[in-house]
């Protein structure tokens, strides 16, 4: 909304700020962070009287969180996602169809994330939605999305995926382009899933992983700086660091109620449609490989439990004490805090090695 701001430029100078990507991402930034100062207790105060007894607390984890979180609500990620899609909604420049895009898998995985919290609420259960009802719906999603991302791009590169440190190397996958871009998507937002266990342990790798995604959008939609760099070029993903910016002061403000001991959990109204946004960002960027290294804490929570399920069931013999692996850790003796500021610091570092193949090709 604020974009259009720009056309008025030519009458007062002022106003050109709001062509700039960086100002409105800034602005994002601040307008999200400022909702959920605003609004996060009220909406806190609010779930808390609607769901009673709170989150359901799986009764075969680590025995202190029967303790400790027992009675926290859940569905914080409704105060992620009105806030990030507010200021999203204000700082981008709304004739942008990525921007539609990614807004559409952001919903729609938070509408599934949703169902499956307001499940557990209602039956007091740790088990919501059907896995393979929900896996579907969330196919259905994702493909329309990276359809919609092929129809955009140019040809032949609309299909094919590129390779971090090789910068002429690119797979054409044809039609197959749709299912992967959705496996993708699907597969960011359920890691994501799996790495919310303990407070502000998913919030902060989610935001680091939006810092980076905002650079990546931004120079891969400059036509400048992807010459410079040797990356791809997609026209009108710059736009998408605005959306980036909005999760990340969202997060901010989650991350001020969610800090140990949390006041509400993100749920997988927030855990699903933060994973499926970073996913089709990457997507839109052609940095789908480059996702699998910024977010390759994600990707070793949901490798934990697939090796633990295949293991369990070919041998009857676990692989870790409990999956996913942070709570593995918990049984070795972690504290909480200690399991969550390692793997923030694990983020961290696989952020600075994924931005880094912008530059070693």
Same mark, same amino acid.
Request: glycine share 12%; hydrophobic share 55%.
């Given at each position: 909304?604020? &974009? /259009?701001?720009?056309?008025? !430029?030519?009458?007062?100078? %002022?106003?050109?700020? +709001? *062509? &700039?990507?960086?100002?409105?991402? @800034?602005?994002?930034?601040?307008?999200?962070?400022?909702?959920?100062?605003? +609004?996060?207790?009220?909406?806190?105060?609010?779930l808390?009287? *609607?769901? #009673?007894?709170?989150q359901?607390?799986?009764e075969?984890?680590?025995?202190?969180?029967?303790l400790?979180?027992?009675?926290?609500?859940?569905?914080?990620?409704?105060?992620i996602?009105?806030?990030?899609?507010?200021?999203?909604?204000?700082?981008?420049?709304?004739?942008?169809?990525?921007?539609?895009?990614v807004? %559409?898998?952001?919903?729609?995985?938070?509408?599934?994330?949703?169902?499956?919290? &307001?499940?557990?609420?209602t039956?007091?259960?740790?088990?919501?939605?059907?896995? *393979?009802?929900r896996?579907?719906?969330?196919?259905?999603?994702?493909?329309? %999305?990276?359809? %919609?991302?092929?129809?955009?791009?140019?040809?032949?590169?609309?299909?094919?995926?590129?390779?971090?440190f090789?910068?002429?190397?690119?797979?054409?996958?044809?039609?197959?382009?749709?299912?992967?871009?959705?496996?993708?998507?699907? @597969?960011? @937002?359920?890691?994501?899933?799996?790495?919310? @266990?303990?407070?502000?342990?998913?919030?902060?790798?989610?935001?680091?992983?939006?810092?980076?995604?905002a650079?990546?959008? &931004?120079?891969?939609?400059?036509?400048?700086? !992807?010459?410079?760099?040797?990356?791809?070029?997609?026209?009108?993903?710059?736009?998408?660091?605005? =959306?980036?910016?909005?999760v990340?002061?969202?997060?901010?403000?989650?991350?001020?109620?969610?800090?140990?001991p949390?006041?509400?959990?993100?749920g997988?109204?927030?855990?699903?449609?933060?994973?499926g946004?970073?996913?089709?960002?990457?997507?839109?960027?052609?940095?789908?490989i480059?996702? !699998? =290294?910024? #977010?390759?804490?994600?990707?070793?929570?949901a490798?934990?439990v697939?090796?633990?399920?295949?293991s369990?069931?070919?041998?009857?013999?676990?692989?870790? *004490?409990?999956?996913?692996?942070?709570?593995? /850790?918990?049984?070795?003796?972690?504290?909480?805090?200690?399991?969550?500021?390692?793997?923030?610091?694990?983020?961290?570092v696989?952020?600075?090695?994924?931005?880094?193949?912008?530059?070693?090709?």
């Amino acid at each position: 909304m604020f &974009y /259009f701001l720009g056309e008025f !430029a030519d009458q007062l100078s %002022a106003l050109n700020v +709001f *062509r &700039y990507i960086t100002f409105r991402t @800034g602005g994002a930034i601040m307008t999200a962070l400022l909702f959920v100062f605003l +609004f996060g207790p009220k909406i806190i105060s609010s779930l808390r009287m *609607r769901q #009673g007894h709170g989150q359901p607390i799986r009764e075969d984890g680590p025995a202190g969180h029967l303790l400790t979180k027992k009675g926290t609500p859940t569905m914080g990620g409704l105060m992620i996602l009105s806030g990030a899609l507010v200021a999203a909604l204000l700082w981008s420049d709304l004739s942008n169809p990525y921007v539609w895009i990614v807004i %559409a898998v952001t919903v729609g995985f938070g509408a599934i994330g949703f169902y499956d919290d &307001y499940l557990k609420v209602t039956k007091s259960s740790d088990k919501g939605f059907g896995g *393979r009802a929900r896996l579907g719906l969330e196919f259905i999603i994702a493909g329309a %999305a990276a359809f %919609a991302v092929t129809v955009l791009d140019n040809e032949p590169f609309s299909t094919s995926i590129a390779f971090p440190f090789l910068k002429d190397l690119t797979l054409n996958l044809g039609i197959f382009f749709i299912p992967f871009a959705a496996f993708v998507m699907v @597969g960011a @937002g359920n890691a994501v899933n799996l790495t919310d @266990g303990l407070d502000g342990l998913a919030i902060v790798p989610v935001m680091i992983a939006c810092a980076s995604f905002a650079l990546i959008a &931004y120079l891969s939609g400059n036509a400048v700086f !992807a010459n410079y760099l040797q990356i791809h070029h997609v026209p009108g993903t710059g736009e998408l660091a605005v =959306i980036a910016g909005a999760v990340i002061g969202a997060g901010l403000g989650f991350l001020w109620f969610n800090a140990p001991p949390a006041a509400i959990f993100m749920g997988d109204t927030g855990s699903l449609s933060l994973g499926g946004m970073i996913g089709a960002i990457a997507v839109a960027t052609k940095h789908e490989i480059v996702l !699998a =290294i910024i #977010g390759g804490l994600f990707v070793l929570e949901a490798v934990s439990v697939i090796v633990q399920v295949v293991s369990f069931k070919l041998t009857g013999k676990r692989v870790f *004490r409990m999956a996913p692996i942070h709570h593995h /850790f918990e049984y070795k003796g972690w504290t909480e805090s200690q399991v969550v500021i390692r793997f923030w610091i694990i983020a961290v570092v696989l952020a600075l090695i994924g931005l880094a193949t912008l530059k070693l090709r």
